[in-house]
């Protein structure tokens, strides 16, 4: 298979596949903020996925990283599967430190995470949830990694579809504090019991290998920051903004973030395709210039999604919600931005982990994260909500541009002219839109066609040539469905 048929159909199966997922909760947004009246609850259980996230990301340790990097070490079936239940060990033992913590500190936990104790029960979901997941994420990665499509994304698409399938009926019942975070549960243990009856011949707990145990944590262990960091850009403003000005403004935001993530049906789509193709072309002797042009090309493509719908904000927000959850469309620019800029940074950061010198990319998202945090100080007094976000985008800005100086003074990315005359081009309607056109649809579409005509002219060829190739391949398979 070529590379760029390789690339393609991670890209477009896996991708596409696990965006339909977030397309389904995306449509069930506006369904579940008119059967909850008070964003109170809605913050409630945003704040308990910003815990799921940051404990899991501390139980995992950087194992799903370190198990795709070495699982396509050695080609022998007998070491893929010592390397997946070295690092289900890993994952266990962590679990259940982390589960008898939550068990002790319940009570002050409870304060701390959701500011009142009365919330202990919603901890206690939260905790569970926090285990299932973990464990989840390293059991369903043998299929992943065995490049089982249809597999993969099905079982995604009927766990999100459960998920809302238990949380709307408990919300016609007015059970407003529970409903999210109990379906999340739920779905979440019907899709770890689905992945382990596929996949439990990878795991063999008496496999345990000391040596492999400590190879996977010299992997992992280094990524634990990083991923720290990514649970600061993401999860820090809803806790500040707690703080700060009220839970209720939490429920606002995190339904302004969940309309951005539209932007991650790019991200995800790229993350997807883009870890099996990485790390099995990684040895190729073209492979910078193969990285340099998907940095630029997704690049490309995240600009001009982006460009096309700020100006729409307001309206989609207006359509879409009721009373106080309108007003999430403040933040709604910035927060979609920012999954692109984190899936620039990935993708130039992928060179670290080909080296095996992980550290690297902890410290240069390091920087941006502390300048994140201060512009949270700074803006959410001053500006609210929107300042939470902006503070999110030029974190993610700042660790972006870093980066790329970085690589390419060690020659291990090339970033053309081009690019950085899109990229300029991009702020200035970015700034333009939010200082003088968020009002005025009508100038914002015209400057819009401009910015776009502008963008696309330096990538009319690229566009032509790429774009036949994606038709191509999909034609191909469908093709081969018909017969």
């Known amino acids: 298979m070529s590379r760029k048929r390789l690339f393609i159909e991670n890209f477009l199966v896996y991708g596409l596949g696990n965006v339909l997922s977030k397309v389904i909760s995306l449509i069930f947004l506006p369904i579940v903020t008119r059967l909850i009246p008070d964003t109170t609850y809605y913050g409630i259980a945003d704040l308990s996925s910003v815990v799921v996230s940051f404990f899991s990301t501390i139980i995992l340790m950087g194992m799903y990283d370190a198990m795709f990097r070495m699982f396509f070490e050695k080609e022998e079936e007998e070491y893929k599967k010592k390397v997946c239940s070295n690092a289900i060990f890993v994952v266990l033992v962590n679990s259940l430190a982390v589960a008898l913590l939550f068990y002790i500190l319940k009570v002050h936990l409870a304060k701390i995470f959701f500011g009142d104790e009365m919330f202990v029960n919603i901890l206690n979901i939260t905790n569970l949830t926090i285990i299932i997941s973990s464990l989840g994420s390293v059991i369903k990665a043998p299929t992943r990694m065995l490049n089982k499509q249809k597999i993969f994304v099905a079982a995604n698409l009927v766990s999100s579809l459960m998920g809302y399938s238990i949380a709307i009926p408990l919300l016609l019942r007015k059970n407003y504090l529970y409903a999210l975070p109990l379906s999340t549960l739920i779905s979440s243990s019907a899709l770890l019991l689905s992945f382990l009856m596929l996949n439990r011949k990878w795991f063999d707990l008496r496999q345990i290998d000391k040596k492999l145990i400590i190879e996977l944590l010299k992997i992992g262990i280094p990524l634990v920051p990083t991923f720290i960091i990514y649970w600061i850009f993401s999860s820090t403003d809803r806790i500040m903004i707690s703080k700060i000005i009220g839970n209720d403004y939490v429920g606002i935001y995190g339904v302004g973030a969940r309309v951005a993530?539209?932007?991650?049906?790019?991200?995800?789509?790229?993350?997807?395709?883009?870890?099996?193709?990485?790390?099995?072309?990684?040895?190729?002797?073209?492979?910078?210039?193969?990285?340099?042009?998907?940095?630029?090309?997704?690049?490309?493509?995240?600009?001009?999604?982006?460009?096309?719908?700020?100006?729409?904000?307001?309206?989609?927000?207006?359509?879409?919600?009721?009373?106080?959850?309108?007003?999430?469309?403040?933040?709604?620019?910035?927060?979609?931005?920012?999954?692109?800029?984190?899936?620039?940074?990935?993708?130039?950061?992928?060179?670290?982990?080909?080296?095996?010198?992980?550290?690297?990319?902890?410290?240069?998202?390091?920087?941006?994260?502390?300048?994140?945090?201060?512009?949270?100080?700074?803006?959410?007094?001053?500006?609210?909500?929107?300042?939470?976000?902006?503070?999110?985008?030029?974190?993610?800005?700042?660790?972006?541009?870093?980066?790329?100086?970085?690589?390419?003074?060690?020659?291990?990315?090339?970033?053309?002219?081009?690019?950085?005359?899109?990229?300029?081009?991009?702020?200035?309607?970015?700034?333009?839109?939010?200082?003088?056109?968020?009002?005025?649809?009508?100038?914002?579409?015209?400057?819009?066609?401009?910015?776009?005509?502008?963008v696309n002219k330096f990538y009319m060829n690229d566009i032509k040539l790429h774009f036949g190739d994606a038709l191509i391949f999909l034609k191909k398979r469908i093709n081969r469905r018909d017969l």
């Open 261 to 454: 993530s539209i932007s991650q049906f790019i991200y995800v789509a790229f993350a997807s395709g883009w870890q099996y193709f990485a790390f099995s072309t990684m040895k190729d002797k073209d492979y910078v210039k193969v990285l340099s042009q998907t940095f630029e090309y997704l690049g490309i493509i995240s600009f001009n999604v982006f460009l096309v719908l700020m100006p729409f904000s307001q309206k989609i927000f207006e359509i879409l919600f009721t009373g106080d959850y309108v007003k999430a469309f403040v933040v709604f620019p910035y927060l979609f931005l920012s999954p692109l800029l984190l899936m620039l940074f990935q993708v130039s950061s992928t060179q670290f982990l080909v080296i095996k010198k992980t550290i690297y990319v902890s410290s240069l998202l390091f920087l941006g994260a502390i300048m994140n945090i201060l512009f949270n100080f700074i803006f959410i007094k001053t500006l609210g909500i929107e300042g939470a976000a902006i503070a999110t985008v030029l974190g993610y800005s700042f660790s972006t541009v870093i980066t790329i100086m970085f690589l390419e003074r060690q020659k291990l990315i090339i970033i053309p002219k081009r690019f950085l005359i899109v990229t300029l081009t991009t702020i200035t309607y970015t700034l333009l839109w939010r200082m003088f056109l968020m009002k005025n649809l009508f100038f914002s579409v015209v400057f819009l066609i401009l910015s776009l005509f502008f």
